[in-house]
């Protein structure tokens, strides 16, 4: 990462982009910088197949000019380059047509501390290339030490380190700094005809809250050999257990519906549910970009707007649409500070957890299903409608009894939000989308 000089001459570059943007011709300009390094390693077998250290930085930019827009990019940070790219997109800006919701945010004040989001860990500085890659190998090699594993998909470590800059003609100029690291392992375990597979990982903005090697190692070994022997079941409803990953995958999806973007596009199933029930109380659903050191987290959004605590579910009432400014002026309604880039992307999305544990709601279910992975497409926003390839454990008079595949889950978003019987208290924030195991009343499971 540069030093504190670099990064202020970078924003300087920005807020004199913006100046030279209005000086020739735009009605409003808004310029993001980002510069950083990235490390990625990938281990199989024991041997590094891919090993990336680089560091980079890039401008984009949008310019309005009577309601009309244009966006450019570059690499190149040269004044000359930009200056010619900035009067291309003016002139290009000249042939859009206009929109009359186009147009940057009013200027609002950041009130977050940055150094209080806790975004940026130091010790990226000093963690050592050899180890980053060493912490990959040992993944693997505990992993494999299991004789029912027989294969590995590979590990691999991450790590990241950004500067964002942002500044526009609204006055707008602020940047912050933040750090990423993962580590995880796929692999693969079973005979010739019966091979199973999965994966685990941890994420975080501090490498002390990574998970280490043996854990990592341990709970991919763990989730990989309990689908051994599976067996198949025929098509039934059932209830079904989702598990904290199989949870924010459906969470995911409902993101996709209440996004401002797909509701004013009226290509979600909720387009006209705000104010209305769409879920049972039990669920209440939350876009935070304040919480201190999650992944989602962030002092302002692609758009220089604060982030915020927006309640987007309550007790089962759909509150809020997330928007960003475009979508919300579509919709008469305000900016959530959910700008990504040119859309509209979560913060801190997830569902409120409750106060059972998962293995009090496993023990609750006289027969049904453990969801623990799918594949394949068959998300429908318009309808709700879920269809996807799965797998799982069943579970008979609270115990698991044996794993299931070869089967399909179906139902309905709509339904599922309603049919919400339990919720665990296993709250983890493994990504920017997050929620506890819950257990769902009843789902179609399409199998023999």
């Known amino acids: 990462m540069k030093s504190r000089k670099d990064s202020s001459r970078f924003q300087t570059l920005a807020e004199n982009l913006v100046a030279f943007g209005q000086k020739n011709g735009a009605d409003e300009i808004e310029i993001s910088v980002y510069e950083g390094s990235e490390f990625s390693v990938d281990i199989r077998l024991g041997k590094v197949e891919n090993l990336v250290e680089a560091g980079s930085n890039g401008l984009s930019f949008r310019v309005i000019k009577d309601q009309k827009t244009a966006f450019a990019a570059s690499s190149d940070l040269t004044e000359k380059t930009l200056h010619r790219l900035v009067k291309n997109a003016i002139e290009r800006a000249e042939l859009a047509n206009p929109d009359e919701f186009a147009g940057l945010p009013e200027l609002k004040e950041i009130e977050s501390d940055e150094s209080s989001m806790k975004l940026y860990d130091p010790d990226i500085l000093s963690l050592e290339s050899r180890k980053k890659i060493d912490l990959a190998l040992e993944t693997e090699r505990i992993a494999l030490q299991d004789d029912r594993i027989t294969n590995s998909h590979g590990s691999s470590f991450e790590s990241r380190e950004v500067q964002t800059i942002l500044a526009n003609s609204k006055g707008f100029s602020q940047g912050y700094k933040e750090t990423f690291f993962s580590l995880g392992v796929g692999l693969q375990g079973g005979d010739t005809d019966e091979k ?242 819950i257990k769902i009343a009843e789902m179609t499971i399409a199998g023999t």
Not at 336 to 357: D, H, K, M, Q
Not at 393 to 408: A, D, K, R, Y
């Open 196 to 437: 199973v597979e999965d994966y685990w990982g941890s994420s975080a903005r501090f490498f002390s809250e990574l998970e280490s090697p043996e854990e990592t190692a341990r709970k991919a070994v763990d989730r990989t050999l309990r689908q051994l022997n599976p067996k198949k079941i025929k098509t039934q409803n059932i209830p079904v257990i989702f598990e904290p990953k199989m949870t924010s995958w459906l969470l995911g999806f409902l993101f996709s519906c209440i996004s401002g973007t797909s509701v004013y596009q009226k290509t979600s199933f909720l387009s006209d549910k705000l104010g209305k029930k769409i879920g049972n109380e039990k669920i209440s659903v939350v876009d935070d970009g304040l919480l201190p050191g999650k992944l989602g987290t962030h002092p302002f959004d692609a758009e220089g707007i604060p982030t915020q605590k927006t309640r987007v579910i309550d007790k089962g009432v759909l509150k809020n649409f997330l928007c960003n400014t475009y979508a919300a002026r579509k919709l008469k309604l305000k900016t959530t500070g959910n700008a990504e880039g040119n859309s509209v992307g979560p913060n801190n999305f997830y569902l409120e957890p409750g106060r059972i544990t998962p293995q009090e709601i496993i023990t609750s279910l006289d027969r049904g299903l453990i969801l623990t992975r799918t594949i394949g497409h068959g998300l429908n926003p318009v309808t709700g409608d879920i269809s996807r390839g799965a797998f799982g454990l069943w579970v008979e008079n609270g115990e698991i009894v044996h794993p299931v595949s070869e089967i399909t889950i179906s139902g309905n978003l709509g339904t599922v939000l309603n049919t919400v019987e339990e919720i665990g208290n296993d709250l983890e924030f493994r990504s920017a989308v997050a929620g506890p195991t």
